[in-house]
Structure formats: C-alpha cells, structure tokens
C-alpha cells in the first residue's frame, strides 16, 4: 500500500466519502488509490472554484466534510474565493493539493509556488506532509480539523513522492469532536438581561438558522416579549410553514439601521454584532443603535441548542408557545398576461412553487430583494445563502448540496454576472444527474454595482463606468451555454411564463436551467 492508499483508506475510515476533484500529473496516484479503494465517491468540476463551493454546499446539507483534490498551488489558487466563503459558511472541508516530489521542488519547474502561502489565508489548518508512512496519520488529522466545530477548512499538501512510496498504517475511525459547552455565566448574564424589560432582539448566525434553535428562540422571545433576527447572511436557514422565521437584517444601511434602531440589547446567537457590507461615505459600519448592549449567548463553535434550552429553562419559556411561527400561506401564482419578471413577482412566484423540502440555494443579489417575506411562508425548505461576499458560489453550492441531500430538489435562483464565474458547474450537473432547477435572474447587467455606485457618492455613470457595470455586447446566452454542457433550458420572459416552465422544470428530474429576463419590458430587443 502506498502513500496516497493509506490517505484515501484514512479517509473513508473517518467518514469522507465524496471526493470534488480537479486533478493533475502530481495527483495522479491519488487518483489511482481512489480507483482501488471502495468507498469514496470522485466528482469532478472543470474549475476550482466548483470544487471548492460544491465542498460548501455539500457540508452544509450533510453535515460532514467532503475533501477535495487540486493541483498545487494554481489549482488551490483557482479555488480560493469559494474556500473563503465555505470559511465564513463555516463549512468543514479537507483540501487535498499535490506538490512535486520533495527532491523535484528546489530545480523551480513551472508549477512550483509556495503552496503554504497560498492556502493559508484562507485555511485554518494547513500541513505538508513530507513521509510517505505518515501520510495517512496527516489525513486523520485534516479530517479531526475540519470537523472542527462549526467546521473548519483543512488543507494538506501532499509531495508526490509521498504519495507513490510505501504508506503507513491506516488510521481507525475517530471520534468527532464535539461542541464546547456554554458557561453558566453566559446563560445568566442573557436571562438576567431578557429579564430587565428592555426592547430585545435574539440575533441568529451559524447553526442557530435550524429548525431546533429556531424553535427554542421562539419560545424565549415570546416569553419576554423579544424578537427573533437573522443575520443577513446564514449558512442554512429552514424557513417556511410551522417554523420560527425570523426577521432578516437588511443588506442595504439605510434599512439595517432602521430596523435594527429600536433595540436597547441584542442577544448573540452564534452570532456577531451586525456590521454594514462596506463602507460608505457619512454612514455608520455599525448597524446596530449606539449604546445598544450587546449579551453573547453562544458563539458559533459552541453547543448552541444547549445553550438556548438552558436559557429557556432560565426563564421558564420550555412549554412556551414559541413567536413568529410562520402559517402556510401560498401566494396566487401569476394570472395570463405580460407581467414583467422583477422582484415582487418573483419572490411571490417562488413562494407558491417551492416543492416541501427543498433546497434554495440564493446569489440572485438584486433580484432577490423580494424573497424574504413571501418565501418565509411557502412550504418548509432549507435556504442557503451566499457567505462571504464572493460571487460563484450559488451554481457549484448547489452541485454539493443535491449530493448532500439527495432526496430533496434543489433550486438555484442565480444572478447572471454571478453564474458567470463558475458555470462550468453545469456540466457537473448534467454528469451527475442532479436534480437541480436553476434560475437565472439575467438582468444584463452587474445591477447592484449600478446602485452601490451611487451610494458610494460617485457621479451618475459615465462611458467607462457603464461598460464595466452591464453584460451586454454580447449577451448572454444561457439556453445555448447551458445547452452545451449538456443541461436543458427554457427561457421565460415574463412572471406567467417563469411559472410554467418552473412547475415543468420541479416536474420533470435531473437538472434544468430556466433563463428568466429580468427587466422592466422582460423583453431582449435582440431576441427573437
Ligand atoms: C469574487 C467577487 N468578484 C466581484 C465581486 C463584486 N460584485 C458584487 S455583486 C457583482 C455583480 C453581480 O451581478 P449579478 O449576479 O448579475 O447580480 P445583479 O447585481 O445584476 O443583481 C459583482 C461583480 C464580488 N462580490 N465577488
């Protein structure tokens, strides 16, 4: 047994059992060890930045960790934006990335690069393995790290001569680490603020956005008359009929800082005081009211559950009827005629459509603007949002989580300038046969940049500016990039005709992509 089969073997032992895979020369003995050992499941993304994300994505519905396989420090590098939300999602995920062979490295052949350097920034363990008998203990230990709770990114940087030498000891299945308990303290110090009769709000992150966590903020808010929020961005939020669905803090300041104005303490649930996006001139990057108190709950690695229960204990909210449950309400979908798709519309259309149990997976960024309300009342699904700020993350996110939860549908409602960066992810798709429907929100243009512009105080924009800021000569054609990578589509061009195709999209298995043109006419004068 050699190196790269005593790591492949640790890691089936550990519980990794799917592989999101771009490989090269230096892995190809990985490569040949995930041949002869049963157990491992091998994806392959056309670019880095789908293996990463759909690692996310798949931690997120399963709860464990996938590893992946990328070629040196180029092949990391491709990955890195989605590492770096999978880092904010806190996502578990086991980077594997080839080296040359030790004694290749100091003659500077092309692909050499610090690999260490480059995986750092957006890791929280990284090792290089430099033994071929300790490669399969070095795997054990990036599985440990990953599992790190809320999940961590592990990368381990494997020589290709310790992968093709003699390997150690398969490492045994060890336990997972589990999560830290929270201080008594820190449950008194919340129920003794809960208790002052000041307006309160329980702010939601990480792990809080399910299902158990909801219904314990729930019942302490209704207990002391609090509120339940969310930060802007969560991780995996399930939403929808009989859940407690809290308030979303706004992206825009303007609308944070009303909402959040009226608050005297906020509670932090697995959650950090809210920050604005960025900075703009003459606006606070504090959203919260100065003075406002802030009371730490649980942090996002700690036992969140725990923590809640012990403070509705605290408070004797256990049997209480928990606020905010949201009641089965599905919007009418829309009637014949030309209705323009736009935010309203589409959030309400998503709404009455989505199927019970599934998946949302949300980069629709300015078109999204009407989801929250209507969707908080649609059947109970799972919602996922983009963290960290990089757009890319919802067509390759998607790819992991319908391998992570295989038996739920899947829907991507997706930006166009957003797909754009890793749509290769659809070619997956198709490879795999997942059961993902994806909405591509085409506007033409970079739309929110169009706004941020003004925020920002710049002028109105100019020949420069525009060209940056809209995707148009050429258009983009989905149907035909979708179409040739092997995904069917359908385009809609108003609310009526989304619909249609959507039921026929959630009708029919495996995946589909639906081109809805957004806009005030829905109309591309350039189509037929
Ligand atoms: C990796 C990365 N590059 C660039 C940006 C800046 N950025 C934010 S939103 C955006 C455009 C998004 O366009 P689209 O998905 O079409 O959504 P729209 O704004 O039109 O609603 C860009 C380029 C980013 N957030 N992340």
């Not at 960066?421 to 929100?441: G, P």
């Not at 706004?451 to 525009?466: D, H, I, T």
């Amino acid at each position: 047994m050699n190196g790269a089969e005593s790591l492949t073997r640790t890691l089936v032992q550990q519980g990794v059992e799917l592989c999101f895979a771009n490989p090269g020369t230096s892995e190809m003995h990985f490569v040949a060890a995930l041949d002869k050992v049963e157990g491992m499941r091998c994806v392959l993304g056309l670019f880095e930045g789908v293996v990463t994300a759909a690692a996310d994505g798949y931690y997120r519905m399963a709860d464990k960790p996938a590893c992946t396989l990328l070629h040196l420090g180029p092949g990391l590098g491709n990955g890195l934006a989605n590492m770096h939300n999978a880092k904010k999602a806190g996502s578990g995920m086991v980077n594997i990335v080839g080296e040359h062979a030790t004694y290749h490295i100091e003659h500077n052949a092309p692909l050499t690069s610090d690999i260490e350097g480059v995986a750092r920034p957006m890791s929280h363990w990284v090792q290089t393995c430099h033994d071929s008998t300790q490669v399969a203990r070095a795997g054990a230990d990036a599985v440990t790290a990953a599992l790190q709770p809320p999940g961590q990114i592990a990368t381990l940087i494997l020589p290709a001569d310790t992968a093709w030498n003699p390997g150690g000891e398969v490492v045994a299945k060890r336990p997972r680490p589990t999560r830290e308990p929270v201080a008594g303290v820190a449950v008194d110090a919340c129920a003794q603020a809960l208790r002052k009769g000041r307006k309160t709000a329980l702010l939601l992150g990480g792990i809080a956005g399910r299902e158990t966590a909801l219904q314990w903020a729930g019942r302490i808010a209704a207990h002391c008359q609090a509120d339940v929020l969310c930060e802007y961005s969560v991780a995996r939020l399930e939403r929808g009929a009989g859940r407690v669905t809290p308030k979303r803090v706004p992206y825009s300041v303007d609308l944070a800082v009303k909402m959040l104005a009226e608050y005297e303490q906020i509670i932090l649930v697995a959650a950090r005081p809210p920050v604005a996006f960025f900075a703009y001139p003459g606006k606070p990057s504090m959203l919260a009211a100065p003075g406002c108190q802030f009371v730490t709950l649980a942090e996002s690695h700690q036992d969140v559950n725990g923590a809640l229960e012990a403070l509705a204990d605290a408070l004797g909210a256990r049997v209480t009827t928990p606020a905010q449950r949201a009641d089965l309400q599905r919007p009418a979908l829309p009637g014949p005629g030309r209705d323009p798709i736009e935010p309203v519309g589409l959030g309400r259309l998503i709404a009455a459509l989505i199927p019970e149990g599934a998946v949302v997976v949300d980069e629709s960024v300015s078109s999204g603007r009407g989801f929250d309300l209507p969707t908080g009342q649609a059947a109970p699904h799972c919602w996922l949002n983009i963290m960290g700020g990089a757009i890319g993350f919802g067509l390759p996110g998607s790819v992991g989580a319908a391998i992570g939860a295989p038996d739920r549908p899947v829907i991507v409602l997706e930006g166009d300038g957003s797909g754009m960066y890793t749509l290769q992810a659809l070619w997956t798709m198709a490879r795999e046969s997942l059961n993902i429907k994806v909405v591509v929100l085409a506007n033409g243009s970079y739309n929110i940049l169009q706004g941020e512009l003004k925020n920002v105080g710049a002028a109105s924009p100019g020949v420069n500016a525009r060209a940056m800021l809209t995707l148009d000569r050429p258009d983009l054609d989905w149907l035909h990039l979708a179409r040739g990578m092997g995904v069917p589509g359908q385009r809609a061009e108003s609310l009526q005709e989304l619909a249609t195709a959507l039921q026929r999209a959630l009708a029919t298995p495996g995946p589909m992509l639906i081109e809805a043109v957004v806009g005030p006419t829905a109309v591309r004068p350039d189509r037929p």
